[in-house]
Every structure is written in C-alpha cells, then in structure tokens.
C-alpha cells in the first residue's frame, strides 16, 4: 500500500520541523505545495500529483509522531471499508477546537474517490470535503493512535465561527451546520 504525505504550505520555517518528524517513517511519496489562493487549492494540486493508494494530509506546523505513517497505513489495511480517517490531532489547538473533527492537519483519505476540495470557500474546506464524502456515503473512521502535535499560535485565534463567513457552508449543509452550531463546536 502506498501512502503520500501531502502538506500545503505557508513557507513557515515550520515546516522544516514537520518534514524532519517524517524522517524515518515509510511513506512514498512527500508533496509539499505552497499555497496560493487557499489550503484547498494546495490540496487540490497535492492529489493531482500523486499516485498513492493513501493520501495523508497534514499542516505543515505540525509535528507527527514516530509511528505516525505505520498507524494510519495499518488502520486502512485493517479497515478496508474505510474511505477517509480522522487522526489524532492534540497539542494547544485542543482548547481551541475542543469537539472538532475533520481536521485537515491530520486527514488520511484513499485514492481514487474522485473528489477534491472546494477552492471557492474561504474557510472549512476540509469539513465540508468530508461533510460530501458522507453525502455521497463514503465512510469514514477514527484512529486516536495515528497522532499529529498541532500548536495554537495566534493566527487560530480568530477562527471561532462568529469571525467567518460561512454561508457556503451553511447552504451546502444545513442539517450539518445547525448541528455543529447547537453543539457549540469550533469550525
């Protein structure tokens, strides 16, 4: 099974930590896209230059753990039913997105699902990427095992739903959005 590590980037110098966490690890394929006009676009072009069986997305602040690349693989070859994985993210960013899944500073999806991210939202282009792979039901899991270090800086500090335009969104996925909004949870 072939696996892709994908990573759109800011050009933090970040980013030369997170590729270094990856040393060691088995993966195939190690694409690095800086962004243009949004993370989906960066995503977008990562899958199209790939491909790998599996597709790990991460941020390129993030620092993976050892096993990382063996958990997710393992968790795909043990679930074959499964299209996408949400793995672990901790760190500071916890008290920040406390309920939050969907998160693509550590999303695993197969290839071959035809479907990429919207470059027209401005934000929450990795929820509502799975939010339509439900749609279309695809299923998906969760891997605790398969963990990602996420630091809080200040640039998340005005993610909270109450800063964003999320009407796209919201449009897309009513039943889904009213949700997340009554449960208070962090987009």
Wanted: with cysteine; aromatic share 10%; glycine share 6%.
């Amino acid at each position: 099974m072939r696996v892709a590590v994908v990573i759109p980037s800011l050009g933090r110098e970040s980013l030369m930590q997170t590729i270094q966490s990856l040393q060691g690890q088995e993966y195939d394929q190690l694409i690095v896209v800086k962004e243009g006009k949004n993370p989906a676009e960066a995503r977008n072009m990562g899958l199209s230059m790939t491909e790998a069986d599996i597709i790990a997305f991460i941020d390129d602040d993030v620092i993976c753990h050892p096993d990382f690349i063996r958990q997710g693989k393992c968790f795909f070859e043990k679930h074959s039913e499964i299209d996408f994985m949400q793995g672990n993210v901790f760190g500071n960013i916890e008290t920040l997105f406390p309920n939050r899944l969907f998160i693509s500073a550590n999303l695993w999806i197969r290839s071959g699902l035809h479907h990429f991210f919207d470059e027209d939202l401005k934000s929450s282009e990795d929820l509502d990427f799975c939010w339509r792979l439900l749609d279309r039901n695809r299923l998906w899991g969760y891997n605790k095992d398969c963990k990602v270090w996420h630091p809080s800086d200040s640039h998340y500090e005005d993610w909270g739903v109450k800063n964003k335009d999320n009407t796209l969104l919201e449009m897309r996925h009513p039943k889904r959005y009213k949700k997340l909004m009554e449960e208070d949870m962090c987009l």
